[in-house]
């Protein structure tokens, strides 16, 4: 189901709080239709996986809809889907935002030498401090703060060949996904980002990502978990800026489903 209203990415940490019944700081409202979701269901959901790919603005998840078949099956099985404004066009702002529910220059973290720095703590460790066990399969340097804070840290080293990084990000997705005690799951694959600011192959690169949001999937229906999917900012594609300008500011969808 495609709704209509826009949102903010922002709204996601607020929602899994609201979800998981935290307490956390923001301005931005959770999505009512996603706690509905998420509670109609028999049984309740236990754990969430979010799973931000980088780059996937929503012209480029209606673009290569054939490649990214997964995803849109999730939609048109009984999943949401939402076209969601963001806060900036980098990524490491944009994580923080969707961990924190705060506009980057309230969370600080704009740049990779601000991680770990920020003293506002991410939906993850909010849910830590709670009792409640999290999880993130992310880059090492985003790891970096999470060590020690959170249950489960699966830090991935930046590498050139990117679907092997992704590869192993899916792999630790679905592995922690067997501990049963686990509420929240976060992980981020990059490689569609990887190929549109090199000018590689994008279908190839949308394929790949496919291919894992379905192992990731398969996982999550096994434990009848909740799945958030949501791109960070407008895919960077360097033939399509100009034209980008002209229009209004991209979007990027947030597709939750029970696979
Ligand atoms: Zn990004």
Redesign the pocket.
Same mark, same amino acid.
């Given at each position: 189901m495609f709704f209509m209203q826009t949102l903010s990415l922002l709204q996601i940490a607020p929602t899994l709080a609201k979800f998981f019944e935290v307490h956390l700081n923001s301005q931005a409202r959770p999505v009512e239709q996603i706690l509905n979701f998420a509670y109609s269901r028999k049984p309740v959901p236990k754990v969430v996986v979010l799973v $931000?790919v *980088?780059?996937l603005d929503f012209r480029f998840y209606t673009d290569f809809a054939d490649d990214l078949r997964v995803i849109h099956e999730c939609v048109k099985g009984d999943g949401l889907l939402f076209e969601c404004e963001t806060v900036s066009s980098?990524?490491t702002p $944009?994580?923080g935002s969707i961990l924190t529910g705060l506009k980057p220059e309230e969370h600080g973290i704009l740049t990779n030498d601000d991680v770990g720095k920020s003293k506002i703590k991410s939906i993850m460790e909010i849910l830590e401090d709670e009792g409640q066990k999290t999880a993130a399969a992310i880059e090492t340097k985003g790891a970096e703060p999470l060590w020690g804070r959170i249950s489960y840290v699966f830090a991935v080293d930046d590498r050139e060949d990117i679907f092997e990084y992704d590869e192993l990000i899916k792999k630790h997705t679905i592995s922690v996904l067997k501990k049963q005690d686990l509420r929240l799951v976060f992980s981020h694959l990059?490689a569609i *980002?990887r190929f549109a600011h090199r000018g590689g192959d994008l279908s190839a690169a949308a394929k790949a990502t496919n291919k894992n949001i379905k192992a990731i999937t398969k996982a999550v229906g096994e434990r009848n978990g909740l799945l958030f999917i949501c791109g960070? =900012?407008e895919t =960077?594609l360097k033939d399509r800026k100009a034209k980008q300008a002209l229009h209004r500011k991209a979007t990027v969808p947030l597709i939750v489903c029970c696979p």
């Open positions: $931000v *980088d780059s980098h990524t $944009v994580i990059r *980002d960070d =900012h =960077h």
